[in-house]
C-alpha cells in the first residue's frame, strides 16, 4: 500500500514501495536512503540520495520508472525545501515525464506519477508565468482523480492540488468558473481531511488566498471578511509543532486585518493587526531572515495607528521600532534606503506633534542619507525624493529658508519625473510637488506660475486618485487652500465657492481626524469667513465657528494644531465682531487668542501672529501687555537661526511687525519703568542688525584674557560669514549649509561659556540701565515709538531715563499721514513739530538757538514703526523763522536701534585704515534718468579729500570692483541713482552701469568692515534710507542701516527723492565741515546740519521771492527710486522742500 509522509515544512511525499534485503546493493542503500530521508529530514542525506539515484540509475540497462520517480521526487524535495534551483525543479519534471512513459497507463504509479509531475508543472509556472503548464498541470490531477476511488486517502490531496492550481489560474485570468471550481475543489478537500490537522490548516489558508485574489479582482469586502475567518481557521488549525508554519500564517492574517481596516476604519482590526505582527516579531529570531521584514511591518502599523489617533506613543513606539530596524539591517538589504526614509518621515512627524524643531533636522539629516545610499534606478526612489522634499518644504515655513525651499522644489520635481506615467502611486508626487508650487508662492506673490501650476498639479493628483483613497482627503485640502490663496490674490469669487465646495469634499473623505483634521477645517473656516465678510450671512461665521470649536475638543491636549485653531477661531469671533457688534464675540475672540499665544507647544509664529491679532482687541491694556510680553519673549527665537539668508531672516521677522512697539506703548501707558520698555522694544526689533553685530564684535579683550575661547569665536563668526548664497545645489543628498547651521547652535553655546568666564557675565548681553544712560553721554538718545495705541517717547538722558504720550496724536491720523506722499511739506513739518518734537525739546529744555560761541546740543533719533519714515530732524514752523524747528534749536542723528549706535560708540577714536576715498559716479543707468550732476559732484569731494590728504579712488563700475575697493577705503562716496525693492529690502541696491548686476543690500551686509572701521559711506542717491513695506519697517534694513552693519562709523543717505542739482551743494559743504572739524565724528553730523541749513535758507528765501513754485522744475534730476512694484507714487513730482530728506545715522 502507497505510503504518505508528511515532512515538517508540510510537504507531502509519497513513498517508494521498497523491500527489506539482506543483500547491500545500490539499490537497497538508494532504498534505505529513501527510508531515512523520511524518517529524519536531513538534507546531506537528500544529497546522497540524489547521488545515489544518478549512479543506480546509470548502472540501469532499462528505463526504470520508479527508480526516475525517486530521482524526480528527490530533486523536487530539494527544490521545495532546501535550495529555490528552478533547475532542479526543471530535471524533476523531465525525470518525472520518463517515469510516467516507462509504467503502464492503467498503473497505480503512472496515476502517482502524473500526480507529482502536476505539482511540478504547478510550481513552474511561478517561474514561467506559462499557462500551458498550467493547463497541463490541471489536466494531469484531473486524470488522476478519475482514476481514484471515491474512498480513497489520496484523494482529497488530488482535490487540494487541483483547487490550488485552478486558483492560480483564476488569479492569472480572472474566470469566474475557475474561482468556483477551485473553491469547491478546496472546499470539499477540506470537509473530507479530518486525519491530519496540519493539512487542514494549510488547505484553510489556500482557500483563503483564493478569496484574496477575488476580492483583488472584484474589491467586495465580504471576500475580504471571508478571507479573514479562513485565515482564522487555518491559525487555528495550526498546532505549535509547525511553528514556522504558525508564524507564516500570523503574518497573512495581520495583514489581512490590516486591509479590512484600510476598507473599514474600524480600530479593533487594526489593533488586533498590530497585536499579531507583535507577536510574530517576538517569536522570530533577531537572525532570522524573516525578522527584519515583520519589525518593518510592525512599524508601519504603528505609525499608522499614530495617524488615527494622535496618540504620541505609539508614534515614539513606531520610532522606536524603525530604529530597531536600523541597528540590525545592512544598507544592502532590499527595505533599508526605504525604512531610513520612514523613519525620516516619522520623525517629521513627531516635529509636527511636538513643536520640536531639531526632530525635522534630523528628518532632514535621514533623508539625506537614505537618498545617497538608494540605486538610482529603485523603484522607491520616488518615495525618499518625495518625503525629502515635505521635510525641507516643512523646514522652509517654519525657518524660512528659501535655500531649503527651492531644494524641496527640485526633489520633489525629480520624484515626480522618476515616477512611471501608469504608476498607481503618482498622484502623491503631483501632490507634492504642487503643495511645494504653492508654498514658495506665499514668499514670492508676484510668481503667479507657481500658483497655477500648483493648482493644475493637485488637479491632476485628484483625477489619478481613487475617490476610496483615503489620502484624497490632504489633496482636496491643499486645493481648497491653493485656490483661498488665488481668491485673496485676484479676488475672484468662483474661487471662495469652489474653495468652500472643496474642503467640505476634504472634511467629509477625512479618516485621520487627529492630523490631518486641523488643517481642512482652518482652510474651510477661513474661505467661510471670507464669505461672510463679504456677503454677511450668519450661517456662515456660525458653521465655521461650531466645526473648529469641535475640532479644538478633539484634539490631544499638547498638541501644536491646538494653536491653529485657536488663531482661527479668534479670527472668526473677531470678524463676526466687526459685523454685528457683540461684546461677547469680542470676549471670545480675545480668550481664543489668548489661549494660541500661551500654548507651548504651538508653532511660535502662529502665537506672535495670535499675539498682533489680539492686542488692539483687548479691552484691558493690562491683559494686551500681559499678551504681548509671552509674545516679545518668541521673537528673537524665530531669527535665531543664524545661518540663514538676510531675506529668510527678515521674512521671519516681518510676522512680528509691530509687536515690540505695540508692548512698549503698553507698558508706558502702564507707567512701567522707561528702562523696561526700552529693553522689551530692543527685544523685539532689530534682531537682524544686533545679531550681526553679535558676531562682529570686537573681541580684543577676549583675547587677551581668554584666548582660547576668543579662538573659538572667530572660527565659529568665519564659518556664520562664509557665502551662503550658493548653499543650494542640484546634486540629490547634498546640505551645504548643514555646517552654517551646527556653527550657530555652537555659536549660541559659546556664548553661554564665555559668560561663566569672570569679567564676561555681560558679554552680549542686553544693555542694562547704566549702559543705556551712559550711551547719552554725546547727547541725548530720542525713541519715537508708534503703535495701535498711538506714539510714546523715550527719552534717554545721561541722568535719567523718561517716558512721555503723545496724546495729541492717534494711531489713525499717524497712518493716514504715513501712507501718504507729502513727508517733506511744510504742512507735515509742522504737523510733526506740534505734536511730537516740540514737545521732546522742551523736556530736554532746548528752546532756543545756539549762539555761535555755544556747542549746538546733538539728538540721536530713534523712531520706530511708520515714524521711520518722517523727517523728525527737519520738523518745525520754518516759514515763521521763529526758531521754532528741530534743525534751529540741535543737530540731528539717527539709530537703527539703541544697541546699533552702543555698538558703534566702542571705539570713538577717528577710523583707522588706508587713506583712500572710493569715489563712485553713475550717470546713465538703464531705466533710469540721466544724471548731469554726479561728475561736478564727485570732482568736489575729490578735491576736498585731496586736501585732507586722503587719495581719492575713482572705483571701476562693476560691482566686484566695488567690493574690492570697499575693504580698504576710508570714504565711500557714491553718486547715482537707488532703487528700493518692496518685496525684499536686502534686494534694495545702488544702481550701477550694469543693471542686472547692482549692489544690493544684501551684497553689503556680506562685508565686514569692523577692524578697519571705514569713516563715511556717503550715499547720494534716493531712498537710501526707506523700507517701502511696513511689515519689514521693525528691522529698518535699507541702504543705510546695511553700511552701518557693514563697519561704517557713519552714513549719509536720504529718506526719499533728492534733486541732482542741489546733490552737489550738499556734499561740498558736508565735507568742507568735515574737513575744518578735523575729521571727526562730531564733525560728520554737523557737517550735514549745515548744508541742509543752508538749503534750507534757500529755500525760504525762494518761497518769499516767489521765484520757484512748489513741483515745478525739471524731473530729469531727480535721482528717483523706482520700486519693485511699479508704485509710481512719489516718483513724478518734486517734494517743495528738497532740502529735507539728507540724513545722518551713525555714532
Not at 345 to 350: H, K
Not at 588 to 597: D, F, H, W
Not at 1135 to 1141: D, E, G, Q
Amino acid at each position: 500500500m502507497e505510503q504518505t509522509l508528511t515532512n515538517p515544512q508540510g510537504t507531502e511525499v509519497p513513498g517508494t514501495s521498497v523491500a527489506e534485503s539482506s543483500y547491500t546493493t545500490p539499490k537497497d542503500r538508494l532504498e534505505r536512503l529513501v527510508r531515512s530521508y523520511r524518517d529524519r529530514n536531513d538534507p546531506d542525506q537528500l544529497e546522497q540520495l540524489i547521488q545515489t539515484a544518478r549512479e543506480v540509475l546509470e548502472a540501469t540497462a532499462k528505463p526504470d520508472a520508479k527508480l526516475l520517480h525517486t530521482l524526480a521526487w528527490a530533486l523536487y524535495i530539494r527544490y521545495k525545501d532546501v535550495i529555490d534551483d528552478f533547475g532542479d525543479l526543471e530535471e524533476a519534471a523531465k525525470l518525472e515525464r520518463k517515469a510516467i512513459e516507462a509504467s503502464p497507463s492503467d498503473s497505480m504509479d503512472h496515476r502517482r506519477f502524473s500526480y507529482w509531475l502536476a505539482q511540478q508543472l504547478g510550481d513552474s509556472f511561478y517561474h514561467t508565468g506559462n499557462v500551458d503548464d498550467l493547463d497541463e498541470a490541471i489536466g494531469l490531477i484531473q486524470g488522476s482523480l478519475k482514476s481514484l476511488p471515491n474512498k480513497s486517502p489520496m484523494r482529497a490531496a488530488h482535490l487540494a492540488n487541483l483547487g490550488i492550481l485552478l486558483k492560480e489560474k483564476y488569479s492569472v485570468l480572472g474566470v469566474k468558473d475557475d474561482f468556483e471550481s477551485a473553491c469547491q475543489n478546496l472546499e470539499t478537500a477540506i470537509a473530507s481531511s479530518s486525519e491530519d490537522q496540519h493539512i487542514t490548516a494549510t488547505w484553510l489558508e489556500k482557500l483563503a488566498d483564493l478569496y484574496d485574489v477575488k476580492h483583488g479582482n472584484l474589491g467586495r469586502l465580504e471576500d475580504l471578511e471571508t478571507v479573514c475567518r479562513l485565515r482564522k481557521d487555518s491559525l487555528s488549525a495550526t498546532t505549535d509543532d509547525y511553528e514556522l508554519d504558525k508564524l507564516a500564517r500570523q503574518v497573512q492574517l495581520a495583514r489581512t486585518l490590516y486591509e479590512i481596516f484600510e476598507e473599514t476604519r474600524d480600530l479593533r482590526e487594526l489593533r488586533e493587526s498590530i497585536a499579531l505582527t507583535r507577536e510574530v516579531v517576538s517569536a522570530t529570531s533577531e537572525d532570522d531572515p524573516e525578522w527584519l521584514d515583520r519589525i518593518r511591518k510592525l512599524n508601519v502599523t504603528m505609525y499608522i495607528m499614530y495617524h488615527e489617533t494622535g496618540d504620541l506613543k505609539d508614534l515614539e513606539e513606531a520610532i522606536d521600532i524603525v530604529k530597531r530596524y536600523l541597528e540590525k539591517a545592512t544598507k544592502e538589504h532590499h527595505h533599508w534606503s526605504e525604512q531610513l526614509s520612514n523613519y525620516s518621515n516619522y520623525l517629521d512627524s513627531l516635529h509636527s506633534r511636538t513643536g520640536e524643531l531639531a526632530h525635522l533636522d534630523e528628518a532632514i539629516e535621514l533623508g539625506r542619507t537614505g537618498l545617497k545610499d538608494i540605486p538610482k534606478n529603485a523603484s522607491n526612489l520616488q518615495i525618499v525624493l518625495g518625503n525629502l522634499s515635505i521635510a525641507l518644504s516643512r523646514r522652509s515655513m517654519i525657518r524660512g529658508s528659501m535655500v531649503d525651499l527651492e531644494e524641496a522644489v527640485s526633489y520633489a520635481r525629480t520624484a515626480l519625473e522618476v515616477t512611471p506615467i501608469d504608476s498607481p502611486s503618482r498622484y502623491i508626487q503631483l501632490h507634492n510637488l504642487g503643495s511645494i508650487l504653492l508654498k514658495r508662492f506665499s514668499r514670492n506673490r508676484e510668481n503667479e506660475s507657481d500658483l497655477n501650476q500648483g493648482i493644475s498639479l493637485l488637479r491632476q493628483a485628484l483625477t489619478s486618485i481613487s475617490s476610496t483613497n483615503p489620502e484624497i482627503e490632504s489633496i482636496l485640502s491643499r486645493l481648497a487652500s491653493a485656490l483661498d490663496t488665488r481668491h485673496d490674490k485676484f479676488g475672484s469669487s468662483d474661487d471662495l465657492e469652489e474653495g468652500i465646495e472643496v474642503a467640505r469634499k476634504a472634511i467629509a473623505s477625512m479618516v485621520n481626524p487627529y492630523t490631518e483634521r486641523p488643517t481642512a477645517i482652518s482652510t474651510l473656516s477661513a474661505l467661510l469667513k471670507k464669505r461672510f465678510r463679504a456677503e454677511g450671512s450668519l450661517d456662515d461665521i456660525t458653521e465655521a465657528t461650531s466645526i473648529t470649536q469641535n475640532t479644538l475638543e478633539s484634539m490631544p491636549e499638547d498638541s501644536p494644531f491646538r494653536t491653529d485653531l485657536w488663531t482661527t477661531l479668534g479670527d472668526l469671533f473677531a470678524a463676526k465682531f466687526s459685523k454685528i457688534w457683540v461684546s461677547g464675540d469680542l470676549d471670545e475672540a480675545v480668550r481664543s487668542y489668548r489661549c494660541a499665544v500661551e500654548h507651548p507647544t504651538g508653532n511660535t509664529l502662529r502665537r506672535i501672529i495670535a499675539a498682533t491679532s489680539v492686542m488692539p482687541l483687548c479691552l484691558s491694556l493690562q491683559e494686551a501687555y500681559d499678551i504681548g510680553r509671552t509674545a516679545i519673549d518668541l521673537v528673537p527665537g524665530i531669527a535665531a537661526a543664524r545661518s540663514l539668508e538676510t531675506s529668510d531672516r527678515q521674512h521671519l521677522l516681518s510676522f512680528s511687525r509691530g509687536l515690540a512697539a505695540s508692548v512698549t506703548g503698553a507698558a508706558i501707558r502702564l507707567d512701567r519703568d522707561p528702562s523696561e520698555a526700552l529693553a522689551i522694544l530692543e527685544q523685539g526689533r532689530g534682531i537682524l542688525g544686533s545679531s550681526l553685530d553679535d558676531i562682529r564684535t570686537d573681541i580684543k579683550e577676549l583675547q587677551q584674557v581668554f584666548p582660547q575661547l576668543a579662538e573659538k569665536f572667530i572660527r565659529i563668526r568665519e564659518e556664520l560669514e562664509s557665502p551662503n548664497s550658493s548653499q543650494f545645489s542640484d546634486e540629490l543628498g547634498e546640505d551645504r549649509g548643514l555646517r552654517r547651521r551646527n556653527a550657530a547652535e555652537s555659536f549660541d553655546d559659546l556664548l553661554d561659556e564665555i559668560r561663566n568666564m569672570p569679567g564676561f557675565e555681560d558679554f552680549l548681553c542686553p544693555l542694562t540701565t547704566d549702559q543705556i544712560r551712559a550711551a547719552a553721554a554725546y547727547g541725548p538718545i530720542v525713541v519715537i515709538n508708534s503703535s495701535w495705541m498711538g506714539c510714546e517717547g523715550i527719552v534717554i538722558e545721561r541722568q535719567r531715563i523718561t517716558s512721555m504720550v503723545f496724546k495729541d496724536l492717534d494711531d489713525g491720523e499717524l497712518m493716514e499721514r504715513a501712507a501718504g506722499f507729502d513727508l517733506g511739506t511744510p504742512d507735515m513739518l509742522e504737523w510733526l513739530w506740534d505734536t511730537i518734537t516740540s514737545r521732546v525739546l522742551e523736556l530736554l529744555d532746548f528752546k532756543e538757538t545756539p549762539s555761535d560761541q555755544q556747542e549746538w546740543p546733538h539728538i540721536w533719533w530713534i523712531p520706530t514703526g511708520p515714524l521711520s519714515r518722517f523727517p523728525l530732524h527737519a520738523s518745525g514752523r520754518h516759514q515763521e523763522r521763529s526758531g521754532n524747528t528741530v534743525m534751529d534749536r540741535v543737530v540731528s542723528s539717527y539709530s537703527p536701534s539703541l544697541k546699533a549706535l552702543v555698538h558703534g560708540r566702542r571705539e570713538r577714536e577717528v577710523a583707522t585704515g588706508p587713506n583712500h576715498a572710493l569715489l563712485i559716479d553713475v550717470e546713465h543707468t538703464d531705466g533710469h534718468s540721466r544724471l548731469p550732476q554726479v561728475r561736478a559732484e564727485i570732482k568736489v569731494v575729490s578735491e576736498i579729500c585731496e586736501s585732507m590728504a586722503i587719495r581719492p579712488v575713482l572705483g571701476g563700475q562693476s560691482k566686484q570692483d566695488m567690493l574690492s575697493c570697499l575693504r580698504n577705503c576710508k570714504i565711500f562716496h557714491f553718486a547715482g541713482h537707488g532703487y528700493t525693492n518692496g518685496e525684499d529690502p536686502s534686494k534694495s541696491h545702488l544702481c550701477l552701469s550694469d543693471s542686472n548686476d547692482p549692489l544690493t543690500v544684501g551684497d553689503i551686509l556680506k562685508l565686514n568692515l569692523n577692524e578697519r572701521s571705514p569713516f563715511l559711506a556717503y550715499l547720494s542717491a534716493c531712498s537710501t534710507g526707506r523700507v517701502q513695506d511696513d511689515k519689514f519697517i521693525d528691522e529698518s534694513i535699507h541702504l543705510i542701516s546695511a553700511f552701518q552693519l557693514a563697519g561704517f562709523r557713519h552714513v549719509i543717505g536720504t529718506l526719499w527723492e533728492v534733486r541732482d542739482k542741489y546733490c552737489v551743494d550738499v556734499a561740498r559743504v558736508t565735507y568742507e565741515a568735515i574737513r575744518e572739524g578735523g575729521m571727526t565724528d562730531d564733525s560728520v553730523c554737523r557737517g550735514l546740519h549745515m548744508a541742509t541749513r543752508i538749503l534750507r535758507d534757500c529755500w525760504l528765501e525762494n518761497l518769499d521771492k516767489n521765484r520757484e513754485r512748489l513741483g515745478q522744475g525739471d524731473e530729469k534730476g531727480l535721482r528717483d527710486i523706482i520700486p519693485c512694484d511699479n508704485d509710481e507714487g512719489i516718483g513724478g513730482g518734486q517734494f517743495p522742500a528738497y532740502w529735507v530728506p539728507y540724513v545722518h545715522f551713525g555714532v
